[in-house]
């Protein structure tokens, strides 16, 4: 029966499978509690839903089929084979299951991979996998969903449709609460010569998955990006910040074959490595000072840093954070079980931030598009049941006073729905034993970060991949599941095993992909690439990070920032707290630490942002004070080229072009011009391009 009613709908988040029902009568979502759901049939409403002596005038009959009011409309057809199967279930008495009846332990799509050209289609076939070994076709009551239908959509019945859009899709069947994707392709027309990819450059396994998907959809890529935009994206993206005239003088002066992958192991080495790149994962873990106090904040915020400043492995970082016990003022990654004080809290934020998987639905039901039930959620939080929290205030976390985070002797998480008591688990693989002198959050700690655990090194490789190319291979970043596979499985698999085997180093992480000719791709697309957003056949363009264009403003117009609550020349990627309060940073999409999870940011532009650097007041003082840039360019003997090639260069990492030059030379040469002026204006105008808010 629950297979019938997942398939129309019944047991579905919008109608009887929400968390209170509908119109009295609730089912579990999704069919993910069976007894709960024979039970509801049966004993409620007095025997309305289910008439034993009268089984032709039930409402479980009646309804579905129009024959009385029915809030969700009609959903059956009287003559079809759901409902006879409903009718003779009802008329055989309701058996509650067949004695010894084997279990449902997954489902399979065949197929699961398919090549499909322009407007074509393609029907797909649902297996169902028993406990006893035989199988089943269930595609008639299977549900279907497509990620990207304006690629390859599906229909009710389970057939693929494709359109004229080059592209992947990823589409979806769901039996029951078991699913099973499909991956669509659909290549763009003429076939390109497999000489094309073989001449491709492989400089790392990354261009060798990317160039073998490219073939697949017949995509070329796009040439090499010409030097300058190269050294001002990787400056950007390692570093925080965009090169000085100086260096890209020097970078672009350098006739050395192998100059770019001499730059970034020199970025890599640079302090402001670690600055930048602490300042992402602050983003995520740091508290609301409002919460916690200051100086827990301050303390959390260090122990980031301090970590990137060593290179610490990433399974380290996890491992400390995750059995953190102590002082919240001396040892700062406590201050995570300072700020999430429940079970149910470390639970969401643990496993969407070190495992991409997010657990949230499965705390009030079945995940929808997951294997996660309540039981998965409520035994993980078990591992934190025994954090114990001792404060020198009388209330330590309001009032900002010390606390000490120990693991205590006893404590234990409740299933809401049975009330039973909930061991510590973990999501998949073994679970080890638990001696009673044992920190559960030690043992959670290992399993996390586990080699065998591939969720752990996915996710990160994913949000270092996503830093640094702008389109994750699976989106949203923390998002890791079945029904949203990545865009090239392949290369996260691979990425992930890399990043294993060289000890959890990030560097290495962003050496390895910073260094690929893929990364080195330019961003202009050519006549086979220009629809593609998924493939990597160019690069992305990426707005800049709030503080990184903060931080690259005062740099390139020779000034500092003032921040409340931070030491002078402080700048904004080494505040501790978005509560510094900054008009510049929250229009360029600062974080609201309020929320939890923590989200990544978005870096789409806005209105507002463009509106800012037009009419900013900061951005007009950085530009015209007597002790900037311009001002000292104007006192120069300089000629007017040469000013505008310095301009060009420390804004955008390159030289003019003749005609660039030619019009901005201009510009000193008009009657009246007064030359400070004139470089203040043309810095001004600069700075408001596209070219310098975005990396290309």
């Known amino acids: 029966m629950q297979p019938i009613f997942t398939k129309f709908g019944c047991n579905a988040g919008a109608c009887h499978g929400k968390q209170r029902g509908q119109n009295g009568f609730q089912l579990s979502l999704l069919a993910f509690d069976p007894d709960f759901d024979f039970d509801t049939l049966i004993k409620e409403s007095r025997g309305r839903r289910l008439s034993p002596s009268q089984p032709e005038q039930s409402l479980l009959l009646l309804k579905p089929i129009g024959a009385v009011p029915h809030g969700g409309g009609k959903r059956l057809d009287p003559n079809g084979a759901d409902f006879a199967t409903l009718r003779n279930w009802v008329l055989s008495g309701t058996p509650r299951a067949i004695a010894n009846a084997p279990k449902l332990e997954r489902i399979s799509v065949e197929p699961s991979d398919a090549v499909l050209g322009a407007n074509s289609q393609k029907p797909l076939k649902v297996i169902a996998h028993y406990s006893n070994g035989t199988t089943r076709e269930v595609t008639r009551l299977s549900q279907f969903q497509s990620n990207e239908a304006a690629i390859a959509a599906v229909n009710d019945s389970g057939v693929i449709s494709t359109n004229t859009i080059t592209g992947e899709s990823a589409v979806m069947a769901r039996y029951m609460n078991m699913i099973a994707v499909c991956t669509v392709s659909m290549p763009l027309a003429n076939e390109v010569p497999k000489e094309v990819y073989d001449k491709l450059p492989r400089k790392n396994l990354i261009d060798e998955q990317v160039w073998k998907k490219l073939a697949r959809l017949r995509l070329t890529p796009s040439e090499p990006a010409p030097d300058h935009a190269f050294l001002r994206r990787v400056f950007i993206d390692v570093i925080g910040r965009a090169p000085t005239a100086d260096e890209a003088k020097q970078f672009l002066d350098d006739p050395s074959p192998n100059k770019r992958e001499a730059l970034v192991d020199q970025l890599l080495a640079q302090p402001d490595y670690a600055e930048h790149w602490a300042n992402k994962w602050a983003d995520l873990l740091r508290p609301n000072p409002y919460h916690v106090g200051i100086k827990s904040v301050l303390n959390y915020d260090a122990w980031i840093r301090d970590a990137f400043r060593k290179n610490k492995p990433y399974d380290q970082f996890v491992r400390e954070l995750v059995s953190a016990k102590g002082s919240t003022w001396r040892n700062g990654s406590t201050n995570m079980f300072r700020d999430k004080r429940q079970p149910e809290e470390l639970t969401t934020i643990v496993s969407q931030l070190f495992l991409g998987i997010r657990l949230e639905c499965a705390k009030c039901h079945h995940h929808p598009f997951e294997k996660w039930a309540q039981d998965d959620f409520y035994s993980f939080a078990a591992y934190f049941s025994r954090i114990g929290r001792k404060g020198t205030g009388i209330s330590a976390p309001i009032s900002g006073s010390e606390e000490f985070v120990f693991t205590g002797k006893s404590g234990q998480v409740l299933h809401p729905g049975t009330q ?277």
């Open 420 to 696: 039973k008591v909930m061991e510590p688990r973990p999501l998949f693989g073994n679970s080890p034993a638990l001696p009673p002198e044992t920190d559960p959050r030690d043992i959670l700690a290992a399993w996390i970060t586990s080699r065998d655990n591939s969720f752990f090194a996915q996710v990160m490789v994913n949000r270092v991949w996503t830093d640094l190319m702008e389109r994750g291979l699976v989106e949203p970043v923390d998002d890791l599941r079945a029904s949203n596979p990545p865009s090239n499985g392949p290369l996260l698999e691979a990425l992930a095993v890399d990043f294993c085997d060289n000890g959890y180093d990030i560097k290495k992480l962003i050496r390895r992909i910073t260094t690929s000719h893929v990364y080195g791709l330019s961003s202009v697309p050519n006549d086979r690439n220009s629809s593609d957003t998924r493939n990597y056949s160019r690069h992305y363009r990426q707005r800049l990070r709030g503080e990184v264009l903060l931080d690259s403003i005062s740099q390139i117009t020779g000034t500092s920032d003032t921040f409340a609550a931070a030491a002078p020349g402080t700048r904004a990627k080494e505040l501790w707290t978005v509560r510094i309060e900054s008009l510049f940073l929250d229009a360029f999409g600062r974080p609201d630490e309020n929320q939890d999870p923590p989200c990544e940011r978005t870096s789409e532009p806005t209105v507002v942002q463009v509106l800012h650097l037009m009419n900013s007041e900061n951005l007009y003082s950085k530009v015209t004070t007597d002790s900037g840039v311009a001002a000292q360019l104007a006192k120069t003997e300089l000629a007017p080229a040469a000013v505008v090639e310095s301009l060009y260069l420390s804004i955008y990492s390159r030289r003019p072009t003749e005609v660039e030059s030619k019009t901005a030379v201009a510009l000193f040469e008009a009657e009246g011009a007064v030359r400070r002026q004139v470089i203040e204006d043309l810095m001004w105008a600069l700075l408001n391009t596209p070219e310098f808010v975005f990396k290309d």
